[in-house]
């Protein structure tokens, strides 16, 4: 699946672990020059290590979704170092669960930083760039949770649901540009994710029904590849995927 991938150059945010770092070497596999956002700067430089000696591109920037000069910087990496931006992925998330009565006001601010306003960051990063070039493509993270609502989740839900307004709003912006935009909603995914949460019981209770039935980081990278290999007249805008044995 290599057709409109090859050279294309993409910026991934969250790519030290997970759905993004699975992402990540996947599609430089596949000929994308890949440029890798995370806090976590040792990690980065190991994928980008393992990249490289594959024969493939990529570059790091060590970034905080929740600063925009961070985001700016990544992006602005991409540019300067290969010449345009064909792709970001705005992938970086966090989801520490808890009832609202437990009032973990610093991680509902949290959730909202990086979930929300880090995927606009992102967006505002890119568009310039996309704009100028006539092409682009945005691919943002929701979740099977920013499709309804559970206990325990509602600041969570509140977050993806956001994020799939923000990507069908920037759609409907975006078409005089010849932009792409597409929504991935992903369900049990063996990650990190579950590692934020801190809610005595839930934590271990979850992590062990994703351990149990979640799919693979890789799944997620296929999803992506999927929707950057379409041809450029086609606008892939939302896929929604979870485990077969996953209910809801």
């Not at 092409?135 to 799939?164: D, E, L, Q």
């Not at 007249?233 to 809801?248: G, H």
Request: glycine content about 8%.
């Amino acid at each position: 699946m290599t057709d409109n991938i090859t050279g294309k150059v993409i910026v991934i945010t969250g790519a030290s672990s997970g759905m993004g770092e699975a992402t990540a070497r996947d599609l430089a596999a596949q000929g994308a020059k890949v440029v890798l956002g995370a806090r976590r700067a040792d990690r980065l430089d190991a994928i980008v290590r393992d990249i490289t000696e594959a024969g493939g591109q990529a570059t790091a920037v060590a970034t905080d979704v929740t600063k925009l000069a961070d985001v700016r910087k990544l992006v602005d990496t991409a540019k300067e170092t290969y010449g345009r931006v064909d792709v970001i992925f705005n992938n970086a998330g966090l989801m520490p669960l808890s009832p609202l009565d437990s009032l973990r006001i610093d991680e509902w601010d949290r959730m909202i930083d990086v979930n929300m306003k880090g995927t606009l960051y992102g967006i505002a990063a890119a568009l310039p760039y996309m704009k100028a070039q006539k092409s682009g493509h945005v691919i943002n993270v929701s979740s099977v949770y920013g499709h309804k609502v559970v206990a325990t989740g509602a600041v969570y839900c509140a977050t993806k649901h956001a994020v799939r307004a923000i990507s069908e709003g920037l759609r409907q912006e975006v078409k005089d540009y010849n932009i792409r935009v597409t929504t991935l909603s992903p369900g049990a995914v063996r990650t990190e994710l579950t590692d934020h949460i801190t809610e005595p019981g839930l934590a271990e209770g979850v992590s062990d029904v994703v351990a149990k039935i979640g799919v693979p980081a890789s799944t997620m990278a296929r999803m992506v590849a999927f929707a950057i290999s379409q041809p450029d007249d086609v606008d892939v805008n939302e896929i929604l995927f979870r485990p077969t044995i996953q209910p809801t």
